[in-house]
């Protein structure tokens, strides 16, 4: 029988993945023109970069190392680094998505393994509460963002109405003067043809 941890597995995949997470979120948060956005991606991405350095450490304390992924992080990266919306990425890499309120996660199955011990059940513990609390601020960041789209294609909606109505206006204005024009230059003619007879 081997010694090694039945959830090396589990403890190998969160530090990767949480690595890969606070790649692409600290170069999201480098290349936002949002002030919230960005601080609410520095946020996340301080937490996954510790995921990741304290699985890390931990797997070394169990006497292994970190096998990276096969995973390539180009794509996320470019995605996020590209000039797309942030609502866009937002929605490609399926953040708002990850906070499922009440429904069952992907972390309520974490602990059916009974043999993990408590150094590694304590950073369980607070790995998943942390990650939920950021599921919920990326959810709301996202409300945030959905609400300023709205907000600015209706203002957008209102403007090009404006800008109809004025251009409108002004047509109209444009067809008095002419006429307004052609009734004086009419009758200042007659006038002058009467005062010289």
């Known amino acids: 029988?081997?010694?090694?941890?039945s959830y090396l597995g589990l403890l190998n995949a969160i530090a990767v993945a949480e690595g890969r997470a606070h790649a692409y979120l600290t170069a999201w948060a480098e290349t936002t023109k949002s002030d919230d956005v960005r601080a609410v991606l520095r946020k996340i991405a301080a937490r996954e970069?510790?995921?990741a350095m304290t699985f890390g450490r931990r797997i070394n304390e169990l006497g292994y190392d970190v096998r990276p992924g096969d995973d390539?992080?180009?794509?996320?990266?470019?995605?996020?680094?590209?000039?797309?919306?942030?609502?866009?990425?937002?929605?490609?890499?399926?953040?708002h998505r990850l906070d499922r309120g009440d429904k069952p996660?992907?972390?309520?199955?974490?602990?059916?393994?009974?043999?993990?011990?408590?150094?590694?059940?304590?950073?369980?513990?607070?790995?998943?509460a942390e990650e939920r609390d950021s599921?919920?601020?990326?959810?709301?960041?996202?409300?945030?963002?959905?609400?300023?789209?709205?907000?600015?294609?209706?203002?957008?909606?209102?403007?090009?109405?404006?800008?109809?109505?004025?251009?409108?206006l002004c047509g109209t204005v444009d067809q008095l003067?002419?006429?307004?024009?052609?009734?004086d230059s009419g009758s200042n003619g007659s006038r002058t043809k009467a005062r010289t007879k």
């Open 135 to 168: 599921a919920q601020l990326f959810k709301q960041c996202h409300a945030l963002l959905k609400q300023a789209e709205r907000g600015s294609s209706v203002d957008d909606d209102r403007l090009a109405s404006l800008e109809r109505k004025v251009d409108a």
């Open 72 to 95: 390539d992080d180009a794509a996320a990266i470019a995605l996020v680094t590209s000039d797309r919306s942030d609502l866009d990425k937002m929605e490609t890499l399926k953040l």
């Open 177 to 183: 003067c002419a006429a307004v024009t052609a009734t």
């Open 49 to 51: 970069g510790e995921h």
């Open 105 to 128: 996660d992907i972390f309520d199955d974490f602990f059916k393994d009974h043999s993990i011990d408590i150094a590694t059940g304590a950073l369980l513990g607070r790995y998943i």
């Open 1 to 5: 029988m081997s010694d090694k941890p």
